[in-house]
């Protein structure tokens, strides 16, 4: 029997009619059913970005896995990367140069092809040992998922004629891919001529001579000078062209006068002289395996005229004319290595500067 004096712990009212109520249920501190959904969602997009081929991450890596390939030496592996890769000589470990690093690699772009494929820009940038540094942005297409460079690596003709040595490897001129790096040229094995070509930091299509601060498409032009070896035989070679040219005055740098000029040639059979050759120096090279001339002084070319009107009863004076050396080249064979002048556009210029 209860004490009446003690309190009842808890009161119970129960209704007159109708069923007991539920026990409450206790209020749950959770995620709720659409914060659930959401995050499922998220899971899911994730899972894609993962898989897809055209991610970030993707590009990205393909570019950073190509440069750190080309790194180490591993030609091959690197090639694996690029599309329709090109060979050649200088695709070699041999003719890899390690001083340089990697900067950065990002992704800057995307862009989603109509055709369900996607296209993106990879920024990359290379330093040499020497801080020079040089940027480009590759472009990585996916191909049955896998990325590929599409950027065909640097090549095509260079400067030199013949045979070129890049870096501890020799190669046909034709013939100059390069992949990423640092390469110290140096031109034709003939001794007659010194190429004296840069050397350069190499990334994807561009080019930029260690030190310098602006690229280029191609490889920087060399500054080419005679040895002292050489020196006589391309004067002695100079000298007879421009000898012949007094006497046959076809096809070469002088020989004609102007027509509106009042003097004519006092006897056309008779060969002009020259009175002091030109000096000239070597200006930049040809793709046609010569290398332009370019005139330091201007020589002096003398010739007997008489007035056009006199019917040829008039005494001689002598008129000179400037002697230049542009559109001249000098042809160079580099299996003898010897030299010949030749016009670079083949006919005949008028003097313009007739004094007397």
């Known amino acids: 029997?209860?004490?009446?004096?003690?309190?009842?712990?808890?009161?119970?009212?129960?209704?007159?009619?109708?069923?007991?109520?539920?026990?409450?249920?206790p209020a749950r501190h959770g995620v709720s059913n659409l914060g659930l959904a959401l995050i499922a969602v998220l899971i899911a997009v994730a899972a894609v970005l993962t898989w897809s081929p055209i991610q970030r991450p993707a590009a990205e890596q393909a570019v950073l896995?190509?440069?750190?390939?080309?790194?180490?030496?591993?030609?091959?592996?690197?090639?694996?990367?690029?599309?329709?890769?090109?060979?050649?000589?200088?695709?070699?470990?041999?003719?890899?140069?390690?001083?340089?690093?990697?900067?950065?690699?990002?992704?800057?772009?995307?862009?989603?092809?109509?055709?369900?494929?996607g296209t993106a820009r990879v920024y990359a940038e290379i330093r040499?040992?020497?801080?020079?540094?040089?940027?480009?942005?590759?472009e990585v297409v996916f191909e049955s998922g896998e990325p590929r460079i599409t950027d065909?690596?640097?090549?095509?003709?260079?400067?030199?004629?013949?045979?070129?040595?890049?870096?501890?490897?020799?190669?046909?001129?034709?013939?100059?891919?390069?992949l990423p790096g640092v390469y110290?040229?140096?031109?034709?094995?003939?001794?007659?001529?010194?190429?004296?070509m840069p050397s350069m930091l190499v990334l994807g299509d561009r080019f930029v001579?260690?030190?310098?601060?602006?690229?280029?498409?191609?490889?920087?032009?060399?500054?080419p000078e005679l040895t002292a070896e050489s020196e006589a035989a391309f004067t002695e070679a100079l000298h007879e062209y421009l000898d012949a040219c007094a006497v046959t005055r076809e096809h070469c740098s002088f020989g004609h006068v102007p027509s509106e000029h009042p003097f004519v040639e006092a006897d056309p059979s008779e060969p002009w002289r020259i009175i002091e050759y030109p000096k000239v120096m070597l200006e930049g090279w040809l793709l046609a395996g010569g290398l332009?001339?370019?005139?330091?002084?201007?020589?002096?070319?003398?010739f007997d005229a008489v007035p056009e009107d006199s019917g040829g009863d008039a005494e001689p004076v002598a008129l000179t004319c400037p002697l230049w050396a542009e559109n001249l080249i000098l042809?160079?064979?580099?299996?003898?290595?010897?030299?010949?002048?030749?016009?670079?556009?083949?006919?005949?210029n008028t003097c313009h500067w007739l004094t007397g």
């Open 1 to 25: 029997m209860r004490d009446p004096d003690q309190a009842p712990r808890q009161e119970i009212h129960l209704p007159l009619h109708g069923p007991v109520p539920p026990r409450p249920v």
């Open 65 to 117: 896995s190509f440069l750190e390939d080309v790194h180490a030496g591993d030609v091959d592996a690197a090639l694996e990367r690029i599309a329709d890769a090109p060979a050649g000589p200088f695709l070699t470990p041999e003719a890899l140069n390690a001083d340089w690093e990697i900067v950065e690699v990002a992704q800057v772009g995307y862009e989603h092809g109509e055709d369900g494929t």
């Open 128 to 138: 040499a040992g020497d801080d020079t540094r040089l940027a480009h942005r590759y």
């Open 152 to 178: 065909r690596l640097t090549g095509g003709q260079s400067y030199s004629g013949g045979i070129v040595e890049v870096n501890d490897v020799l190669g046909p001129a034709q013939e100059v891919y390069l």
């Open 184 to 196: 110290h040229f140096y031109g034709s094995t003939q001794p007659a001529i010194d190429m004296n």
């Open 209 to 223: 001579e260690l030190g310098g601060e602006h690229a280029t498409g191609r490889p920087v032009a060399p500054r």
């Open 292 to 302: 332009r001339l370019r005139t330091v002084e201007p020589g002096v070319v003398e």
């Open 331 to 348: 042809a160079v064979d580099w299996e003898t290595g010897d030299f010949a002048i030749e016009q670079e556009i083949v006919g005949s």
